[in-house]
């Protein structure tokens, strides 16, 4: 049976030159392809001879990681895959309570924290019952790349399934704790090879004839930034322009260079104040893609004006990745700025009443998907899982939207209360909480208001 384990197909990928340009850094550091593999493969015999526990029902043991954004936290990540351990991506952002959350319900055997985190990180692993803390740093330090760098550099990737766990990233509700949910190989695999095709990657007619090539500006911890932008150039063979962090003038900059840009809509408001952005700038530019936040159609007309590039709008959640995409090829239909697009192959889309009763085109409620990409669950809650799923596996989104009689889906809100801002998740209830807690306090309400740069 072939081997369904994500790394495979992402290595298989690689191109013939191994040497060729893989990476290129803000800072001017590159690696090659070859590079990329040695590389997790000495990071994967690491974690592999760490010989980690496996959980009483044979769950393959976690490695959580809180760092900043490096290639070497995403070789980080590949090697995680590549060892067959499950790989638990955690806001750069979170304090204390939050990582005490974290790591006590997730139980990773691994811990890999900043430098400078490692004296309040390391005791909360520890007394969650984790056996390795390990620290990792933006600028190539670290007890994780010391200790890897007396392992060999050949690996065989772990035979996996494609229902096996390969992530768990956690996703806030509006009530009670975060939930972990549970991605498997095959969730990732399907959604990036559906995309490499529906969005029109290439290996040629590029910068230099090297194909398409990446500006990747979004942080690591999210799913549009570790999963849909690097499977998408990974898979694709493609170069990645890495920015540590997003700069709208140096990614401007780097825009005759590259093909392909995904981001926020705050990022696109941001660049659009730069003069430096011009049409002649992103000439050679093939396609701009925006997610993780609604997208004012002003952002998506000032754009269209500004370069000639019309925006592709899509939609995805941590539990689904990807789930629906304007069109990139003109043939399918126009890209219609203040829609999601289509449904995405092999994904279906539906909307029902609070009944559970099918509405008409154009009809608002609740927006249930089912496919490939559709996550196993939420960890370790049995019962949330069951409370997400229709009685015919349908996956309850919590999104409110309706569905025009040509397809494109439209998303108006939220049936669970939630603020998207920056791309990032902001969660009513949890800030109540704390506000509530202080002096003088009797109750709090927390909004979002449109705002031109945020979203909300």
Request: overall charge negative; proline content about 6%; some cysteine.
């Amino acid at each position: 049976m072939p081997n369904a384990n994500l790394f495979v197909a992402l290595r298989a990928a690689f191109p013939d030159d191994l040497d060729a340009l893989a990476v290129e850094t803000d800072s001017g550091l590159r690696y090659s392809w070859r590079d990329l593999d040695r590389a997790t493969a000495m990071v994967a015999n690491l974690l592999q001879s760490l010989d980690l526990p496996r959980d009483p029902g044979g769950m393959p043991p976690r490695v959580a990681a809180q760092v900043d954004k490096s290639v070497e936290a995403m070789i980080l990540y590949l090697a995680t895959l590549r060892a067959g351990f499950v790989f638990l991506p955690l806001n750069t952002a979170y304090q204390s309570g939050e990582i005490e959350y974290f790591v006590g319900n997730a139980r990773p055997a691994v811990v890999v924290c900043t430098g400078k985190n490692f004296a309040w990180v390391s005791p909360i692993a520890f007394q969650a019952g984790t056996r390795h803390v390990f620290t990792l740093n933006d600028d190539r330090t670290g007890s994780l790349l010391e200790r890897a760098s007396h392992c060999g550099a050949s690996q065989t990737p772990v035979p996996r399934g494609a229902d096996d766990l390969a992530a768990i990233v956690y996703t806030s509700g509006t009530t009670g704790r975060s939930k972990g949910a549970m991605l498997s190989h095959g969730n990732l695999l399907s959604n990036a090879a559906m995309l490499k095709d529906y969005w029109g990657w290439t290996a040629t007619g590029g910068p230099e004839g090297r194909g398409d090539v990446l500006i990747h500006a979004l942080p690591i911890f999210h799913v549009h930034g570790l999963f849909v932008a690097i499977h998408g150039a990974l898979l694709n063979g493609s170069t990645m322009l890495w920015h540590g962090k997003f700069d709208p003038k140096r990614v401007i900059a780097d825009l005759p260079r590259a093909t392909v840009f995904m981001g926020v809509p705050t990022l696109y408001t941001r660049m659009l104040a730069e003069p430096a952005l011009t049409r002649q700038q992103a000439a050679r530019m093939r396609l701009f893609i925006s997610g993780s936040a609604p997208l004012l159609i002003e952002t998506f007309n000032d754009w269209q004006a500004r370069t000639g590039h019309t925006i592709l709008e899509r939609y995805g959640m941590s539990e689904t990745i990807m789930l629906t995409s304007n069109p990139y090829d003109p043939q399918q239909g126009e890209r219609r700025g203040g829609t999601v697009g289509l449904p995405l192959p092999g994904v279906g889309l539906r909307v029902r009443d609070d009944k559970g009763q099918p509405l008409r085109s154009g009809e608002i409620g609740n927006i249930e998907v089912k496919g490939p990409n559709v996550f196993k669950g939420y960890w370790r809650m049995p019962e949330k899982t069951a409370d997400e799923f229709t009685t015919d596996l349908w996956f309850k989104t919590g999104d409110v939207g309706k569905v025009g009689s040509d397809g494109y889906v439209t998303i108006v809100g939220r049936s669970k209360d939630l603020i998207i801002s920056g791309g990032y998740n902001v969660y009513p209830a949890e800030i109540e909480g704390y506000v509530n807690e202080m002096t003088g306090v009797a109750e709090s309400a927390v909004i979002g208001v449109p705002h031109a740069d945020f979203g909300e």
